[in-house]
């Protein structure tokens, strides 16, 4: 089937199972509107809705991941114009649009709602010559986009308050000692074939266990230890309702390759 044509997006399916989004918007070093921001959200959701499809790796190009919201769109926005349309509502649906994993695979800036976007996704890979920051405080605003939330679970409150502060930007290396990237790489190519890699073994399990795997993970953040250690339990239990899971045991039993049927 024939991929459906963005403006700002360049969309593809490089590996088995695999669905990557590049944002491309180069002359405004990928800068985020409504327009990109509708696009981004229907590839998404075409992904997600896809069979083929068992992961998602979002990008940029090696100059930016995303340079911020769109300074120029935001400039003449009134208070009452924001709060009435909910302003960036919408512009936040990657982690509740959908259920399969994403990859956000950060190479150069990814500043403001740049870095906002890349901690939506499940798993943060980044190369050594990524620029992150939450810059907000220099224009006369804060983050909007999750990103004082996001960030001070991920790094701590110690330095996601400095930062966010001061606006000081960090680098890949950073984010990756601070425990914000799963791992940093020393190009970009090699951040972006190390994140297709790892999405392809994602896609190559059950869609039905990453699925629970990553609700349970993701509710960590939301609950105490113990209604979180209970909510697994009981995703664990439902799992063995699946089909595949009897295919996982029985193909480990036989020595054999499991033939998933996510159901
Ligand atoms: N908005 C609009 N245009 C931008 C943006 C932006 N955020 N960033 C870069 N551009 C444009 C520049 O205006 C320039 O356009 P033109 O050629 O027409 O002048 C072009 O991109 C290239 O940029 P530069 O010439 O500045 O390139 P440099 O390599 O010299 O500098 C920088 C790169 C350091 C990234 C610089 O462009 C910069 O500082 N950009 C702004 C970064 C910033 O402050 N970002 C935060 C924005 S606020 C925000 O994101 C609020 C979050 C809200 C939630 C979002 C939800 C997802």
């Given at each position: 089937?024939?991929?459906p044509?963005?403006?700002?997006?360049?969309?593809?399916?490089?590996?088995?199972?695999v669905?990557?989004?590049?944002?491309?918007?180069?002359?405004?070093?990928?800068?985020?509107?409504t327009?990109?921001?509708?696009?981004?959200?229907?590839?998404?959701?075409?992904?997600?809705?896809?069979?083929?499809?068992?992961?998602?790796?979002?990008?940029?190009?090696?100059?930016?991941?995303?340079a911020?919201?769109?300074i120029?769109?935001?400039?003449p926005?009134?208070?009452?114009?924001?709060?009435?349309?909910?302003?960036?509502?919408?512009?936040?649906?990657?982690?509740?649009?959908?259920?399969?994993?994403?990859?956000?695979?950060?190479?150069?800036?990814?500043?403001?709602?740049?870095?906002?976007?890349?901690?939506?996704?499940?798993?943060?890979?980044?190369?050594?010559?990524?620029?992150?920051?939450?810059?907000?405080?220099?224009?006369?605003?804060?983050?909007?986009?999750?990103?004082?939330?996001?960030?001070?679970?991920?790094?701590?409150?110690?330095?996601?308050?400095?930062?966010?502060?001061?606006?000081?930007?960090?680098?890949?290396?950073?984010?990756?000692?601070?425990?914000?990237?799963?791992?940093?790489?020393?190009?970009?190519?090699?951040?972006?074939?190390?994140?297709?890699?790892?999405?392809?073994?994602?896609?190559?399990y059950?869609?039905?266990?990453?699925?629970?795997?990553?609700?349970?993970?993701?509710?960590?953040?939301?609950?105490?230890?113990?209604?979180?250690?209970?909510f697994?339990?009981?995703?664990f239990?439902?799992?063995?309702g699946?089909?595949?899971?009897?295919?996982?045991m029985?193909?480990?039993?036989?020595?054999?390759?499991?033939?998933?049927v996510?159901?």
């Amino acid at each position: 089937p024939s991929e459906p044509q963005y403006e700002f997006l360049k969309v593809s399916t490089p590996r088995p199972g695999v669905g990557l989004i590049e944002l491309h918007r180069p002359k405004a070093l990928n800068a985020l509107f409504t327009p990109l921001i509708l696009e981004l959200n229907a590839a998404l959701r075409a992904f997600d809705k896809s069979t083929d499809i068992g992961c998602t790796v979002l990008t940029g190009s090696y100059k930016a991941f995303a340079a911020g919201a769109d300074i120029k769109e935001m400039a003449p926005k009134t208070f009452a114009e924001a709060y009435g349309s909910d302003f960036i509502e919408s512009w936040s649906g990657l982690p509740n649009l959908i259920k399969k994993p994403c990859i956000s695979a950060v190479n150069g800036h990814a500043l403001g709602g740049g870095c906002e976007l890349a901690m939506m996704a499940d798993v943060l890979y980044c190369s050594t010559a990524a620029n992150f920051g939450q810059p907000e405080i220099k224009l006369g605003i804060i983050p909007g986009a999750g990103g004082s939330q996001r960030l001070t679970r991920a790094i701590g409150k110690a330095r996601a308050m400095e930062l966010i502060l001061t606006g000081k930007n960090f680098s890949g290396q950073d984010a990756y000692d601070w425990g914000l990237a799963a791992r940093v790489f020393a190009t970009p190519e090699e951040c972006l074939t190390g994140a297709l890699d790892t999405a392809e073994t994602i896609a190559s399990y059950s869609r039905i266990a990453v699925k629970a795997a990553k609700e349970v993970v993701n509710k960590s953040q939301d609950l105490g230890i113990r209604e979180g250690v209970e909510f697994e339990r009981r995703v664990f239990h439902g799992l063995f309702g699946s089909e595949d899971q009897k295919i996982g045991m029985k193909a480990f039993a036989e020595k054999k390759k499991a033939e998933w049927v996510h159901r």
